[in-house]
């Protein structure tokens, strides 16, 4: 101990233990530079306008992000968001046509209550894997809503004006959708770090049976997530037909493996036990500005995707790299 | 009403879930009940590739019917399964897209002409000149590429239109929304804008970020057909890309089978351009207008002389024996 | 027997579904016969290949998310390179591609080795990498395919001195899924190599400390599943004569598969049977739901109900035979 | 025996990001020789065994094999340099059969049956998954494997911990003629007995430190025993239990009583009772059913038969949570069973205060940091590492699982083998920690495979075997003879020969030291 005390520790080395016990620094630092490239290559771009856009298009990421999180914890994984938020978009800007905006609300967030409370059930009491649990009710969730969307078609559809105010609208630079997500992810990240449930979390995706051993019952915490996992998709979806304002039945499907790959950079491991919600906002954030970044790039569509996908392997390589230097 | 109909029609097609692809699939559903022909609609309807339509389609031959209506998810890859459909007996017509198989019947939209006639209108209102915002389809998808060919054309005959940007939508609304909010952010000045049929969600995010409003063009999908009326400011064009295809698909594929062959393979629906910027295009779109159908569907939902089914009976959505 | 028994038991309930499956197809449509068999096998033949691939990763305990992007680049490859060339071009081009799909997993693998990220985020970056290849090759659906390729899954087997009727009921394509798995997986499996994957699969540490490679075995397993995607890649070349940039389905339809197989998504269990068998099981599944003209937006619950059905009938009878 | 050394490690050092957990290790193994390796929980031991079988990396050494440097980088190629380790944690593919195990080491199956046989375990079948095979056999089997090819140096890792006697009697007698035939081998065991009866010398770590080396000779357990403690020698005896302690009245109704309970196969109408500030032993060989009556008792398996009564009213178990509103807490033997091993020291110990549905909520940090302290002072938790319970040493990790019911004031807690693979000053913390419990009048069962543990501790002793409870000695009629020949279902006063370890003279009571009994 003490020969290790007198030996100066080099620089580079303290700079690295530094961001390892703070694993947002190196992510934060990441998403400024990903800006200043940004900004390099199209002077002018990074301004007030644009970083209330990226916010817009990066909360619903971040909450879908914020349910693999928790599933993740457990070592699950939620494929099923996709679909649940499509519906209860889908459903609110149907019913909202003939129903009291309550009422609409309950509706569109009842297949989400269902589908997550299918999905516990099937990971929690029948151990079914999380990947073809969520796949399958997702699945199944899509038919429903193609036999439902056909009962609609001659209804029509509106985007109730208080989503659109939420979804698209900026007060004083700063987007509406803030009010809903500010609240939202300190719940969460209060829930994960500071809370009964969130401790659960952790420690049923650590080591299952430690935690039946001290009394904890599965299917109860498997459950209570999947079922909050979905509720928070079905938020989403409002938030997202909000944002998009066109109701379509594969709405939020293609935020599905983004929302996965902002919690892996954000470092939550995929193998449970291990990993934060902040973390994961701000991975949502970087990839949301990616997406910003290989838009602007003029280039083959081909060469973008390689682009990407070459980025989120190097971002996540070099973080796991800083953080397990401890 | 099943005991009216003598044929079994199947019907094949590759993308689920899209307001264009949905409308084609009630169409030809509403169509085959209209017709009093058909005893039974037998829909393969799922997201899948060529491989899977080829699947499909032999499932169909198994199924021995009569005839079938495919969307093709391409030309040339569902060869062989038309082919083997042909020799079965089966008449095959192609909606939408053209196939390679010479034995099938195509009654298509016009795609190259969609995106020439579109864009063409879009350089013209631009005064000739200036720079354009193209925003196309799904990269790798043939209809994509297909209007690429229209639009480039187009672009041809206008040599000082430059395009300011090229982007692929994925024919999705957020994506496309999200590149058109971050292409505005960049303040790079544009003259006009070219959508894939991804349109009322650009005009949206032109309103709510208080963008100048330049000429757009997109389909007569019914959200965007009823923005050309409505936005105050807004000049742009829809060009009508009727899903109701798939009805004058069944159409085409009864007459071959009461034995009125048509004169070609090929029937083509040439796409019409409806514009705000006179007087006629306007009344025009006020009566194409629909608000009460999803915005994501095109309000061309008949075709005079091939669909006979009415508005009641599309939107049902209901086939033969439901 | 009984070793057997509980190590095979849930393939020989696949199978028997399978059969069972056929009977109520015969009783759908009395007229099915050796043609649509012949069918059948070829729509199974992508899938089996995609899952083939899927199953080598999940036994060494990974996943790999880049299966279907894997087949589309090998697809439009071979379509784009075999286009306008002759007939003896594609000998060359079929190995060049196999080769391909051999380098590009290792390269998975070796990915998933040397950054110590975990393999669902490698190949989920892989997959837009391939993906981005892909489009690059070929940016629309295009290319061609030798005639041979093509014959090559289409019709029987002769085989002298059986009568007409057997024959028909062994289409090319079964004969081919069965040649190329086998040749590869049946010696492998049985090997040191064979199990030092299966090892790896099931305890990562007992493997090393068994003096198992760990890194290696896993770079051989990701470049095996590179090699059968590969094969996938060919055989949608084959059947549409065409390659298309943009993934088909196969990628869930893997997994699922793998799981319905009894392949347990740990790891370190299971075999390739059980898989092959459950595509041949889906496959009937949508044969059916389209021979019965089920309206299609409820062909997707049904699909959706069973694979879900299955897999917790699965787990509660695990659950049965554990207390 | 002057003969060069077969292996002669020096210098062997390994860091652990911050912690040392070699510093300055040599070890130096004579051919012929079975030497052993001590130390207390965390010394190292464990490290050192993986560095010299190339499991992992050291950061300084140097390590020669026949007087020649070798560099060895991972275990196939301490295999070729002839040094074959069995681990402390059974190294079979768990889902592998025995026969595909063999064949992805290279191992020859006729020695390795043979071996096995040797070992005393008659009807193994080859075709059996690993998995499948109870912990004990296993580790048979690794040390079967590794015989089969002959190696040069055998590094055993506490292979006899897990082990019952009957089978740690074979496994000595085995080690003992691998020295015999010019081998060597390396054993570290906690157990003075073993090493007494087996060892020529050993080499005593402390703090990732080589301190000495020593013959085994009658009387050098002090020896080693200080050199393994250094300046935190302890010799805490358990305090003995007070005569007004012995002679409180029984009260009327027992904290918990078993009625003919049985389970499955395994476990057969045992009947005992448990009181309240009674400390039970049980005693068994392996597998007899011991492990299904902990698990029954804690809610883990539902019994097949019987009633369990607790504090008079009958109860039914069937998940651990209804067990522990009964107020009965379970420390698994396998620490890993019982430990989440990313998550910090507080968070393991406050686990179960979260368990039920009403606790999920706001949890009122300031309570829980002061009882989850009060629970580490109690039990001297060694926290430098604390923000993941990995980290931590066996020793600490085990007093984890412990902490985990004190903080919780569980007034019944079922220890099974808490003591497991844990040096003899922690060893003597928990039995004292045990004494203490049952003092403030929780009660405690306690399960043992250290026949010498239960006169320090218990008050009474259980004996199981085949399922079936045998007989309940007083603790003052519980000598080690006695409960082995119990233990082997042999009846009370009989006299037999069964083991080195049992020998008929050793049968005056054990002293009360901390070092347990040369035979
Ligand atoms: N991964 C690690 N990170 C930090 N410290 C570690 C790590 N592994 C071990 N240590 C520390 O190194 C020291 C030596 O550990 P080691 O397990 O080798 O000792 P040991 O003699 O086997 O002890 P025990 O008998 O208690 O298990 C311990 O204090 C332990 O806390
Ligand atoms: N690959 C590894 N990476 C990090 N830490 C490791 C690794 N392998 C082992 N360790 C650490 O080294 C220590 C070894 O502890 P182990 O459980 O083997 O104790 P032990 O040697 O069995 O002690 P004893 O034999 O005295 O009971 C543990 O703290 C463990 O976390
Ligand atoms: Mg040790
Ligand atoms: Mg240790």
Redesign the interface.
Known sequence: ?ST?AITPVPFGRRIKRFMADRPLVPLIILLVILVVILQILRPGIVNERWIANTIKFAIPLAILAGCQTMTMLTGGIDLSVGTVATMSAFIMATQIVSQDPAIAFLLAMMPAVLIGLVNGIGVGVFRVHPLIMTLGTSLIGTGCLQVYQRTVIASGAKIPGFLAWLGTGVTSGFPNALLLFVPLAALIV?TLA????G??L??VG??E?????????YW?VIT?LYVTSSLLAGITGLLYIGLIKAPSLSLAEPLVLPSVAAAVIGGTSIFG??GGYTGTIIGALILTVLTTLLTILQMPEGARRILFGLIVLFVTAAYLRIVEE? | SAAAGKYTIGISNTVQGNGWREEMVCAMKAQALASGEVAKLNIAHRNTDAAGQLEDIRNLISAKVDAIVVNPADPAGIKAGLEEATKAGIVVVAVDQAVTEPSAYIISNNQEEYAYLGAKWLFQQMGGKGEVFYMRGAAGASADSDRDKGFKKALAEFPDVKVAQEVFTGWQQDQAKQQILSFLSTGTPINGIWTSGIDNVIVDALVESQAPLVPIVGADNAGFVGQLSSVKGLVGAAVTNPGSIGGAGVTLALQILDGKKPAQQTVLVQPQLWENATDEGKAKLKAAADPSLSPEWPVSISIPDWTTYTKDQIVACKGPGE | MS?FLRRQGWVIGLLALLIVLFIATRIIQPGYGSGDFGSLARAVLPYAFAVAAQTVVVIAGGIDLSVAAMMALTSVTAASMMAGASEEYALLVVPFVLAMGLVLGALNGLLIVVTRVPDIVVTLAMLFVLQGAALLVLDAPGGAAAEWLKALISGTVPIPGLPDAIDAWLPKALLVLVVCLCVIWVPLRRS?LG??I??I???E?????????VKRTRIIAYALSGLFAAFGGLALTMSTGIGAPIPGPYLLASVAAVVLGGVALGG??GGLLGPIVAVFVLRLVRTDLTLLAIDPNVTAIIEGAIMVAVVMFGAFITMRGRQ | MTTSPLLDATGVAKNY??V?ALRNASLSVLPGEVHALMGANGAGKSTLVKILTG?ISANAGRILIRGEARDIR???AA?RAGLL?V?Q?????????VL??L????TPVEPFRAWVRELGIADLDL??TARDIPLAVLRVLDLARALAVEPDVLLLDEMTAALPANLAEKVLEVVRRQGDAGRAVIFISHRFVEISALCDRATVLRDGETVGVVDIVPGVEEKIVELMLGTRIVKTHVAARSAAEKAAPAPARPRLAVHNLRVGTKLNDVSFDLRDGEVAGVVALEGQGQDELFAAL?G?IRPSGGTIDVDGSPVKFS???DA??AGIA?V?GDR????????SVR?NI????????R?????N?RKERATVLSAIERLQIDTRAQGEVQRLSGGNQQKVTIA?WIAADARTILCFDPTRGIDVGTKQEIYKLLRELAGHGKSVLFYTSELEEVQRVCDRVIVIFGGRLVDIFPVEEADEPALMRAAYGLPRGAKADIGILAAPTASDAPSSDALGTKP
């Open positions: 101990m290790s209060f500071r809370t009964g449930f401790r659960l952790y420690a650590d080591n049976r430690a935690t039946r051993l001290s009394g904890v019952q109860q209570a036990g291990r401890r | 070793h040191r199990l030092s299966y090892a699969g099931s305890s540490l007992a493997a090393f400390r068994s003096g198992v490679p370190g269990k | 990001g911050a040392a499991a991972s275990p196939a295999r380790p681990y944690e059974p190294s079979l593919i768990p889902d592998l059969d595909s195990n064949r992805l080491t290279g075709r059996d804690a883990s998940h651990p949570i522990i509103r379970y698994p890993s069973e019982a430990l989440a091993m990313q998550r968070e406050a686990l179960p205060f979260s368990a039920a549905l606790n999920w909520g706001p949890i940090m985990r």
